[in-house]
């Protein structure tokens, strides 16, 4: 059952409330067609989500420059 306030929070604010306690930021990024289709595909391929791709890109590649 839902708590009962005198200033009820809107379910932005319960979601970026959520969000800032796992550290999770937006951010968004304009990329070419091909890349976007290309973290789709593997997204539906390996059944990862399409964040989880891209950070894991990211680890790859900073590993690479290591």
Known sequence: MPKITSTPKTGREINEASMARRGIVNKAFKLHE?????????????????????????????????
């Open 34 to 66: 091909d890349t976007v289709a290309l973290v789709k595909t593997l997204s539906e391929q390996t059944g990862k989500s399409q964040a989880q791709i891209v950070t894991e890109a990211l680890q790859m590649y900073a590993n690479q420059c290591d």
